[in-house]
């Protein structure tokens, strides 16, 4: 697929990993607009792409969603193109053992984490979908997964959201596919961004970075190339494209 | 029809109905659509393809898309 005229839609653009995504997207010509819950971003965004478009909108509220997805069929039709790339990253033990005894795994927090990383993915997904069937649109569904989706200790909600965008992905393919919809997954490992250093204690990332072959963060510029190879190649579809430095082998 | 339904070719009748068949669910149908456009080289509409629910239907839309055979 080439990416030049294409409208595509972004979830979470305006974040480290979803702003090298837009980068990328707009050097290769597409019509960008981006889905994010920040508008106080927007500007910054604007000024550097001033035609991409910008919706505020909570990716992990159905009906803004609907309302949102609504608001762009009616400017600009279906979209050509959708990266489900919000989310958040979430670490807690399922118990954390101290002193004071054992704490269990916050629900409120399982909550949210499935809600942002996995229930967004539907909403958005079945809202964009429906416009593209009906459009008769031959395009692309692209999810960010993680590297988490295998399970990772210490991140129970992250890694069950990200192993059910994983599923997602594949059922999406297989149901999509024969209209001529792809629907493929970006796994990244851990990315050098402000949320990973956020959610992951330094100890634990230097661990992380040991257990690298490349003995390294990944670039977030590297994550949205392989986003990009992802969207081109028409016939990579229903897979997860693991982008991990070799983390997981 | 018979072959994307599993049905045999003696039950692809005028009458049949998606509601009919149980096999004929939504899946199925976006199956026979792709079917239908590959074997006449055409491209539905979605209001085309939300009304092909009956034999008789399909049969419709085709001969609106000039197809005689």
């Given amino acids: ?249 | 029809m018979a072959t994307v339904l599993q049905l045999p070719a003696t039950r692809i009748a005028d009458d049949l109905a998606m509601k009919d068949v149980d096999a004929w669910d939504s899946l199925k149908h976006m199956e026979l659509i792709v079917s239908v456009e590959n074997t006449y080289g055409i491209e539905l509409s979605f209001d085309e393809i939300v009304a092909m629910q009956t034999v008789r239907e399909i049969k419709r839309v085709l001969r609106h898309r000039g197809v005689t055979s």
Avoid at chain 1, 81 to 96: D, E
Avoid at chain 1, 162 to 177: D, F, H, I, Q, R
């Fill in chain 1, 1 to 249: 697929m080439d990416l030049n005229g294409k409208k595509v839609i972004i979830t979470g653009g305006v974040g480290a990993l979803g702003r090298s995504m837009v980068d990328g997207l707009v050097s290769d010509g597409a019509a960008v607009t981006v889905f994010d819950i920040n508008p106080q971003e927007f500007d910054s965004l604007m000024k550097a792409h001033p035609a991409v478009g910008c919706v505020e909108c909570d990716v992990t509220n159905y009906d803004q969603v609907l309302a949102a997805s609504a608001g762009y069929h009616q400017q600009f039709g279906a979209p050509d193109i959708v990266i489900n790339n919000a989310g958040i990253l979430y670490s807690s033990p399922l118990v954390k053992i101290s002193a004071g005894g054992i704490e269990k795994h916050d629900v409120a927090m399982w909550n949210k984490v499935l809600s942002a990383d996995l229930s967004s993915v539907f909403y958005v997904t079945v809202c964009f979908v429906e416009k593209m069937i009906a459009a008769r649109t031959r395009g692309v569904i692209v999810n960010i997964s993680s590297v988490a989706s295998s399970g990772i200790p210490g991140a129970s909600a992250y890694s069950a959201a990200k192993a059910g965008v994983n599923a997602l992905t594949a059922a999406w393919a297989k149901e999509l596919g024969p209209l001529g919809i792809r629907v493929v997954a970006v796994a990244p490992g851990f990315a050098d961004t402000q949320s990973t250093h956020a959610a992951t204690s330094a100890r634990a990332l230097t661990d992380t970075v040991s257990k690298v072959p490349l003995r390294r963060l990944a670039k977030p510029e590297e994550i949205a190339e392989g986003v990009l190879a992802a969207i081109k190649n028409d016939f990579f579809n229903g897979k997860v494209f693991e982008l991990d430095g070799g983390l997981v082998l």
